[in-house]
């Protein structure tokens, strides 16, 4: 089946610092790819919507100046946290559709804590 | 917030048994679907059932959707230690791929 990957599966930084995190298709394109932030023992909130080629589209209340998102090609999406501070800190998770988006699949996730 | 509810918020039963989860969610929807997550983990997508669909079976999972009521249920039958994990539902309301999350049950399966 379709593989989203997910990368770092961790990272620690320091306050103040930006991180990268990269959300790939491995065997499909996907055009529109979707950020989620899940804290401890919490459900998932959707942050935005990235769209190849267009600007990312955010939910409310998600500072898009703080929450980055790029989607340069068809199987890459990228969220930037800029300026990370210990409350950025959160489990963050991508999903991309293949094809229509009734089934969609998942990235591993990656776990942000910011010192 | 558009999140729907899930109850209970978390269940242990003994292997062999039936788990039923509950979610209930606030707006009209295109689909429902259920997910499966391990701890600090992605999530694996289980079931989804179309909003004119009222029930679905995938192996050992049964869902049920009452769009009147704006629920859904997962059963589980014969469940083993290794269905352990944390189940939400998620709701697209247009067909999208913007996924509103209940806030989700913790399995626990003892063996």
């Known amino acids: 089946g379709a593989v989203v990957s997910q990368h770092p599966s961790w990272v620690i930084c320091k306050s103040g610092t930006s991180v990268k995190i990269e959300c790939r298709s491995l065997d ?9 932030r899940q804290f401890p023992k919490q459900s998932l909130m959707l ?3 990235s769209n190849e080629g267009s600007k990312a589209t955010y939910e409310q209340g998600v500072e898009k100046d703080k929450f980055l998102i790029n989607h340069a090609s068809l199987t890459l999406s990228t969220l930037t946290v800029t300026s990370a501070h210990p409350e ?4 963050y998770i991508c999903s991309a559709g293949e094809g ?3 089934k969609l699949f998942f990235g591993s996730g990656t776990q942000l804590s910011v010192l | 917030s558009q999140q729907g509810e899930e109850d209970p918020q978390a269940l242990s039963i003994q292997e062999g048994e039936n788990a039923t989860m509950n979610c209930s969610y606030k707006t009209s929807i295109n689909n429902l679907q259920w997910y499966r997550q391990n701890s600090g983990r992605g999530l694996v997508h289980l079931i989804l059932i179309r909003s004119n669909e009222r029930e679905k079976h995938s192996g050992r999972l049964r869902v049920t959707l009452d769009t009147s009521k704006k629920s859904s249920s997962l059963l589980i039958t014969a469940s083993r230690a290794a269905d352990t994990a944390s189940y939400f539902c998620a709701t697209d309301a ?11 049950t913790t399995l626990q399966v003892k063996p």
Do not use: H
């Open chain 1, 28 to 36: 499909f394109q996907a055009t529109t790819m979707f950020w989620y």
């Open chain 1, 47 to 49: 942050m935005a919507t």
């Open chain 1, 88 to 91: 950025d800190s959160s489990f």
């Open chain 1, 100 to 102: 229509a988006v009734e």
């Open chain 2, 94 to 104: 247009g067909n999208t791929g913007k996924l509103i999350f209940g806030q989700g």
